[in-house]
């Protein structure tokens, strides 16, 4: 690993001669060392696969190492708590340097690994109305250890946040015949991973407010272009609202083909050659919900939570039209006349769904977008109420007096 960091290593140094030195990102190949653009792929992929493993199979291996290797003066940079940090945020934050979306997610998976959170410890759900779930599980010394590192290391915390967010937008295309599928496993492994860091500290939440900030032309670009930064602020709303409404309908759709089909078979309803033939839609229906419920889960909160720390990028002229039509829509999904499709048996045991914080979280959407606060602007605010009232599809007072009931 200290190879290839030193080989981008801005003043081709570490770690003998000083601190990484972040490199620049430019606009083309030509700010690629040519040095690196000579290097076989297989190089870094066999040292990325050997890190997946190790974390996988022997997180104690890479705990206890004693591999070190001199900084630039006194001190020795250990391969856990140095190196290891650095290089999956250097070469996820600087993309040109790997170009294989699949050797990207491979990271994306090593920092999932070591900053899990036990989705039962979740208790930041924004308005959620639960709490706390009991019998939390005792997760491996090495993820604290991991963190403590990256709170740290300070290029973890100005490059990380934006990373992250800035693959949530390139993942889109893999190259893949199944990329379509790919990308949400992606998306779900950084959202749970931006979900640990906010979790962790403030300084990860002001990371990500300042990344946001950067639409409006303050702070300090972390991609090298400001105009790159606004673009991926933009396409990152708009890739975070499609995934929304395509996951939460897939997710209510696979569930009332469950209720449908469990329906008919206790009232013994279907031949043996529908049995089998429903039994066989049951199975594929129950593997879908697992893994879109999640998903699902994840993306609501996730908007959820950014528009009340960053609302002026949902209330935007372009997005807020489409934005209220969506959360409209969705409303009408979990609170309109056919909710009470959404009843399926021990739901939230099976697939871990839970309506009431899905609707809780949408509803708060609304009030982090739509009520006055030091974030937003009156005219902002003012414009996505405009924009849900005119909704022709979806929009109704009664819808609202209906989920205000059923949150009550």
């Not at 601190?19 to 066999?46: C, H, K, N, R, Y």
């Not at 493993?53 to 630039?72: E, K, N, R, Y």
């Not at 209720?259 to 039994?279: G, L, M, V, W, Y």
Request: charged share 25%.
């Amino acid at each position: 690993m200290c190879f290839l960091l030193r080989m981008v290593d801005a003043h081709t140094a570490f770690p003998h001669a000083g601190p990484f030195a972040m490199p620049a990102e430019g606009s083309g190949e030509a700010e690629i060392p040519e040095a690196w653009a000579m290097l076989p792929q297989f190089i870094v992929e066999d040292v990325v696969e050997f890190i997946v493993f190790l974390t996988t199979h022997s997180p104690d291996t890479l705990i206890d190492s004693t591999a070190q290797v001199g900084g630039g003066g006194n001190e020795q940079l250990r391969t856990f708590d140095d190196i290891l940090p650095l290089f999956t945020v250097v070469f996820l934050a600087r993309p040109a340097f790997i170009r294989s979306p699949h050797l990207k997610s491979r990271l994306v998976d090593v920092l999932h690994m070591l900053t899990y959170r036990d989705p039962r410890e979740d208790d930041d759900y924004v308005d959620t109305l639960g709490g706390n779930m009991p019998g939390q599980v005792r997760l491996h010394p090495a993820i604290d250890r991991f963190q403590m590192s990256l709170d740290n290391n300070s290029v973890a915390r100005s490059f990380l946040v934006p990373a992250l967010l800035r693959l949530y937008v390139d993942i889109e295309h893999t190259g893949s015949h199944s990329q379509f599928y790919e990308k949400f496993n992606v998306r779900y492994h950084i959202a749970r991973t931006l979900r640990s860091l906010w979790a962790r500290g403030q300084s990860y939440v002001e990371a990500t407010r300042r990344f946001f900030l950067l639409q409006h032309g303050t702070g300090h670009s972390t991609t090298g272009n400001l105009r790159r930064d606004q673009q991926v602020i933009e396409e990152f709303v708009a890739r975070l609202m499609t995934d929304t409404t395509y996951l939460l309908d897939e997710s209510l759709s696979k569930l009332a083909i469950i209720r449908d089909i469990e329906k008919r078979q206790a009232d013994h309803a279907e031949s043996p050659e529908q049995i089998e033939e429903s039994t066989r839609r049951l199975q594929e229906a129950e593997r879908m919900a697992r893994s879109m419920v999640s998903l699902a889960h994840e993306t609501v909160h996730m908007l959820a939570y950014l528009s009340k720390l960053v609302p002026g990028p949902f209330q935007a002229g372009e997005v807020v039209d489409r934005l209220a039509s969506m959360l409209n829509y969705n409303l009408k999904q979990l609170a309109g006349p056919k909710c009470s499709n959404l009843r399926v048996r021990d739901m939230q045991a099976r697939f871990s769904f839970n309506p009431r914080v899905l609707l809780s979280e949408i509803t708060s959407v609304y009030l982090h977008l739509g009520l006055s606060s030091p974030a937003s602007s009156p005219e902002a605010v003012e414009k996505f109420v405009i924009a849900v009232v005119n909704d022709d599809r979806s929009y109704s007072v009664g819808l609202f007096q209906e989920a205000h009931g059923i949150l009550e």
